[in-house]
């Protein structure tokens, strides 16, 4: 059974910086990446490694804060966050699929896999 395992949330300051981590089981996926929900909110799409890395992705609200790297031979997603913000509190989730096609990556239904989640809090 597939199965995605998140790690590294937490509670940071305004400014400070956080990694998560992602391992997938059971299987393989071409690409990685990572959504958020915040309370009373839609989960959006936040990063992705696309093809093993061939190329990545960022929603707007975190290009040039965030970075989501790729290790294939753990097959293990990361996002580094920087600079943050009170607005990036969350629940991050990672997602994983071998069939997306990019005009469907900020979808959620194009993710065939999805972790269980782990909060990320940044007290304002």
């Known amino acids: 059974q597939v199965q995605l395992v998140e790690s590294g949330g937490g509670l940071v300051q305004v400014g400070g910086s956080l990694r998560l981590s992602c391992a997938a089981s059971?299987?393989?996926?071409?690409?990685m990446g990572w959504f958020r929900q915040a309370p009373g909110k839609e989960r959006e799409f936040v990063a992705l490694?696309?093809?093993?890395?061939?190329?990545?992705y960022y929603a707007d609200s975190v290009k040039g804060r965030f970075t989501i790297s790729r290790d294939n031979a753990r097959n293990t997603v990361h996002l580094d966050m920087n600079s943050m913000m009170p607005e990036d509190t969350a629940v991050y989730y990672c997602?994983?699929?071998?069939?997306?096609?990019?005009?469907?990556?900020?979808?959620?239904?194009?993710?065939?896999?999805w972790g269980q989640g782990t909060q990320v809090t940044v007290p304002s």
């Open positions: 059971g299987g393989t996926f071409s690409s």
């Open positions: 997602a994983a699929g071998n069939r997306l096609i990019l005009s469907s990556i900020r979808q959620r239904a194009a993710y065939e896999s």
């Open positions: 490694s696309w093809r093993r890395g061939s190329n990545t």
